[in-house]
Each structure stands twice: as structure tokens, then as C-alpha cells.
């Protein structure tokens, strides 16, 4: 068998919409992401979203709206991917990274306290492999250093601590203590890129929570001003009949979703029900199959929360880096192709020339160095799930027994 990692769940029906829009005559931001935006707040119990072309995009949108820059520290998890600590350096304030708590993939919420100060203008907490954070501790920490918050633009005043920015690129879908992923944070980031549970095959959304005497649809307007050029229209109102008059009221960027990908999007939408449904049997077997062989696995569901079921992490307990890498290479040969998630960003080029030292973070090394993600989609078959599993087990099996035999043969020279 050949067992791909990830990749797009895409129907007939997807389609159908692409080429309706196709022969519309309107590709660009328009109608279809307006209503795609409508379904997204809808689907959050938010009042608003607004859809752009990344998650990325949407968290530094998030950072400039919010006036984040120069002077700034805003603080992050070790153990992500680079675009939840990117935006921090794009707007110009200082990376703050937090480790990751000890056998959890998520930040450290008992250090989160300790790493604010009078700088720290905003959080922005990772919810990994469709597990949300802990949010209720995410706020104790923030709200427990209120008094040294500073803020420096109206948004901020209104909010009053340190502002909860959502890393939910993996989560859209997923609950937390009856809170949808979306209205737990202050801002919420989805990804849709073309390996996530719905895709549109680049694309993001973010979503917000209502925020005492600030009216969320200056926030939305703030939000199209800064994802097309600053300026006063967008397309769609530009074609009403002599209202080609624009005005560009800030020198800002280009980053708004199009038509055709919210076409993609709507229809995801529709069927998303059954696309969370199908990756919970999927997470269900393989807990099954793992049991009992050395395996920790990331718990998709309890009574607190539900998973979008994104990724299935997996830990190989006691192997480090070297034992990790030779079970990828041997799923791979049989077939199956795996993924790391993540490795930490201390370990990274770009982090290090910025002066953090992977020494500094050793929870976030401990979950990195025996981490294997396994194929999660809603294109398995049961069988194939079957042989991911088994191949798996057989291969740890058999490197098991080398290493002890390499282990052995090494104690009696």
C-alpha cells in the first residue's frame, strides 16, 4: 500500500461550486466569501469573522490591529510551527517563548505568569493537533498580572490585560468546555491550507469575541482596510453603479481570501459534520490498535473538550531522535509516510540567529525528540488504517529487538 499523509478531501460537489463561481464572473473577495465569512461566525457562535488568505496572515493582522509593534514583547509556545512566532517578529516586537509543560504538547501555563511584563501586549497560545488549550488557565495567568499591563491603543484599553490571541490553525471544529473553537480566545485564528480538516486550499479566517465598548464591525472594517491596501472600498462596493471612488486611508497589505476559495470553504462547511465524525473513528481505531506497545498517544476527547481531530501525534516512550528517525524511514519504506510535529523553534536557523537556545526549553525537546505523526484523513479506508497500525507496531517491534541485541553485544565487550 502506498499511505499518503495528508491530503485534500475534495467531492464533486466542491467542484461544482469552483465552476460556478468560475462562470460567475466574480473570482476575486466577494458574495461567496462574504457569505463563507457569515457561516464561519455562525458555526463559532461569534458575532463576525473575517476570511483571509492564511491563518498567518490573520494572527499578524490580529498583532497590527491591535497596534503590537516596536517596544512590544508578545509571548509564545517553543513548540510550534514558526508562523505563531513569525507575526511577533514581522510587527517588530520581541518573540517571547514559553516551553512547553512537561509531557504536554501545549504552553507551559505555569510559566506564563512569570513571562509577562509591563512590555507584553499579547499571548499567543498553540492549540496542537486539534486539542484546544487549557484557556481557563491561559486567562488565570494573564488576568493575574493586570497590573502591569500598559495599553497603547483603544482595543487594548477596552480588553485591559494582556490580549489571548488563538493559534487555532488545527482546531477549527473543536470545543472546549462548551466553547467552539473561535469565541474561547479574545482572537481566534483558523487555517484552511490544503492539509487541514477543511481546506480551501490556501486561506484562513479569524474570529473574535465581543468586546465591551468596542463596536465589532469597526474591528471588521479595520480588518479589510489591513488585508486590502488600506483602501475604503473593497471590489464588491466599487461596482455599484459611479461609486468608483476610493480612498487609501493607511499604506497596508494585500492578504484577503477570493471568491474561488470560498467556494471551496462553503462546501467543506456543509460537509464538515461528517468530516469530524469519520477522523474520530479514524483517532478511535488507531487508540485501539496502539494500545499496550510502548506508544504514547495525544487524547483527542474527555469531558472537557473535543478534538477537530486534526493530527495523530504519537510518542515512542524512552527513544530518542536517532530510534524516532529509523521508524520514519521504515514506515516509509513500507509505504506509509509520517510527519514530525513539531520540531521546536530554538532548533530552528532563523531562532537561533535570534538568540534562543534550545537548553532553555527541554519540556518542548522531550516531546520533539520521540514524536512521530501519524497519516490522518478522511481518504483512509479501515484497512488502511489496519496496516499504518500494524506496520507500526511490527517495525517498533523489530527495532526493538536490535536495539537490544546492539545493547547487549555492547555490554560484553
Not at 496542537?128 to 494573564?142: L, N, R, S
Not at 493607511?250 to 492578504?255: D, G, Q, R, S, T
Not at 524511514?329 to 531562532?351: F, R, S, W
Request: charged share 25%; glycine share 6%; proline share 3%.
Amino acid at each position: 500500500m502506498k499511505i499518503p499523509f495528508s491530503p485534500p478531501d475534495i467531492s464533486q460537489e466542491e467542484i461544482d461550486e469552483v465552476v460556478d463561481t468560475l462562470k460567475s464572473g466574480w473570482i476575486t473577495t466577494g458574495p461567496k466569501t462574504k457569505l463563507f465569512e457569515k457561516k464561519i461566525a455562525e458555526y463559532c457562535n461569534t458575532s463576525k469573522a473575517a476570511c483571509l488568505n492564511s491563518a498567518t496572515a490573520c494572527m499578524e493582522m490580529t498583532l497590527r490591529l491591535l497596534g503590537i509593534g516596536e517596544g512590544d514583547e508578545v509571548i509564545t509556545c517553543a513548540y510550534t510551527y514558526t508562523a505563531s512566532a513569525s507575526v511577533i517578529h514581522h510587527v517588530g516586537a520581541k518573540i517571547v517563548l514559553v516551553d512547553s509543560g512537561k509531557d504536554s504538547f501545549h504552553i507551559d501555563y505555569a510559566a506564563i505568569a512569570d513571562a509577562i511584563t509591563e512590555k507584553t501586549k499579547a499571548i499567543i497560545p498553540v492549540d496542537i493537533a486539534g486539542v484546544m488549550c487549557d484557556y481557563d488557565k491561559v486567562f488565570e495567568a494573564v488576568n493575574s498580572k493586570k497590573d502591569l499591563f500598559q495599553p497603547s491603543n483603544e482595543i487594548q484599553k477596552a480588553i485591559g490585560r494582556v490580549v489571548v490571541i488563538a493559534d487555532a490553525a488545527h482546531s477549527f471544529g473543536a470545543s472546549y468546555k462548551g466553547k467552539m473553537s473561535g469565541e474561547a480566545a479574545d482572537f481566534t485564528s483558523f487555517s484552511f491550507h490544503a492539509v487541514k480538516n477543511l481546506t480551501t486550499a490556501e486561506g484562513g479566517a479569524v474570529t473574535w469575541r465581543d468586546i465591551e465598548g468596542i463596536d465589532n464591525e469597526d474591528i471588521y472594517k479595520q480588518f479589510m482596510l489591513l488585508t486590502l491596501h488600506g483602501q475604503s472600498k473593497d471590489a464588491l462596493a466599487k461596482t455599484k453603479p459611479g461609486a468608483w471612488e476610493y480612498d487609501i486611508v493607511l499604506p497596508a497589505y494585500k492578504c484577503n481570501m477570493t471568491d474561488i476559495m470560498a467556494s471551496l470553504g462553503l462546501v467543506q462547511l456543509k460537509r464538515y459534520p461528517e468530516i469530524l465524525k469519520r477522523r474520530k473513528e479514524i483517532i478511535e481505531m488507531y487508540d485501539k490498535a496502539l494500545e499496550d506497545i510502548g506508544v504514547e498517544v495525544l487524547k483527542h476527547y474527555s469531558d472537557d473538550y473535543a478534538s477537530s481531530g486534526h493530527l495523530y501525534l504519537t510518542r515512542l516512550t524512552g527513544q530518542d531522535e536517532d530510534f524516532r528517525n529509523r521508524v520514519i524511514e521504515k514506515m516509509a519504506e513500507a509505504g506509509i509516510a509520517t510527519n514530525v510535529h513539531y520540531k521546536p523553534l530554538p532548533l530552528h536557523t532563523a531562532y537561533k540567529k535570534l538568540g534562543f537556545e534550545m537548553k532553555d526549553y527541554p519540556n518542548a525537546f522531550d516531546m520533539y525528540r520521540n514524536e512521530i505523526t501519524l497519516p490522518l484523513h478522511t481518504l483512509l479506508t479501515n484497512e488502511e488504517v489496519d496496516y499504518v497500525a500494524s506496520g507500526e507496531k511490527e517495525i517498533l517491534r523489530v527495532l526493538r529487538e536490535e536495539e537490544s541485541v546492539r545493547l547487549e553485544a555492547a555490554a560484553t565487550v
